[in-house]
């Protein structure tokens, strides 16, 4: 292994890191088609053997970054580990059941269904899942009140997750990396009124204990299949120092930047991405020789 080959990817790291706290949306679906488009342009040794490695090191990557996001929000007291909770009893065993899926689907399967995965994660955060679930009826739920370290009170309904789009977004990211933030953002935000600063803080704790059971097992599975050498030690030596600095840089910032304005952004990224993602399947399968 060439420890020099992926140097850029430490800027590049910090970032998509900082991006990731500022939103609540998983840096894996900014890393994945940096991994699985942008690399195989700048040349034949830096593309990476298959989309699996590309999705454990996406994970491997993001665990670390969330992690330390969740250190800087646990220090403003702006984590909801109640609601948290209630995710991650349904997102971490549907999670390994995408771990265990994406070792027998075909390579072409996977990218094919990470770009439509972007596409529909961009209408998602658009539209929420109103255009995929019924809208839930009104319930009195008592309300609750947090304090975090400035003094500012944040007031919000005790909200319930909805069951089947956790276990879409939990099995989609051991699948495919990320899913599980995509999902529970709309959730707490357009459904639940969940303060955003309060938001992205309890789904960063979502992400990151949903990915480290996930990337743990695709770590594991990779190393029982091919050995150490199967695991791009090269690459993440520089996307974890990235993300664990971006990690702190993001909950630092949020309140200072427009983080609404950052996720349409990455809306139309998303969906930008997807469309070429599917493209570039199609072109393979049947159009190049």
């Known amino acids: 292994m060439d420890f020099t080959l992926y140097w850029f990817m430490f800027p590049i790291a910090i970032c998509v890191a900082t991006i990731a706290m500022l939103s609540g949306i998983g840096g894996t679906a900014i890393f994945m088609p940096i991994f699985l488009l942008l690399l195989p342009l700048l040349g034949p040794e830096y593309p990476l053997n298959d989309p699996v490695t590309a999705v454990a090191a996406a994970l491997l990557t993001s665990t670390f970054g969330f992690t330390s996001g969740l250190i800087g929000y646990y220090r403003q007291k702006l984590i909801d580990l109640n609601i948290s909770k209630l995710f991650l009893v349904i997102s971490i065993p ?3 059941v995408g771990v265990l899926s994406a070792h027998w689907i075909p390579p072409w399967v996977l990218r094919l269904s990470y770009g439509i995965l972007l596409l529909l994660l961009s209408v998602i955060m658009i539209r929420g899942f109103t255009f995929l679930f019924a809208p ?3 319930v009195n739920k008592p309300f ?4 975090d370290k400035w003094g500012n009170q944040y007031k919000y309904q005790v909200y319930t997750p909805r069951s089947i789009p956790t276990i879409l977004g939990g099995f989609i990211t051991g699948m495919l990396s990320t899913g599980i933030g995509e999902i529970v953002m709309p959730q707490l935000i357009k459904e639940g009124k969940v303060p955003l600063p309060v938001a992205a803080a309890s789904s960063v704790v979502v992400v990151m204990g949903t990915m480290l059971v996930a990337a743990f097992a695709h770590t594991l599975t990779l190393i029982r299949t091919a ?3 199967a ?3 090269h ?5 974890i120092p990235g993300v664990i600095i971006g990690g702190q840089i993001g909950p630092f910032l949020q309140g200072r930047l427009p983080s609404r304005s950052l996720t349409k952004g990455l809306t139309w990224i998303f969906l930008i991405l997807g469309i070429f993602m599917i493209w570039t399947v199609f072109r ?3 159009i190049s020789p």
């Open 235 to 239: 690459l993440i030596c520089y996307t």
């Open 231 to 233: 695991v791009p030690w």
């Open 144 to 147: 609750k009140a947090l304090t």
């Open 227 to 229: 050995g150490l050498d």
């Open 94 to 96: 549907a999670a390994l």
């Open 136 to 138: 839930r009826k009104p």
């Open 284 to 286: 393979n399968l049947f």
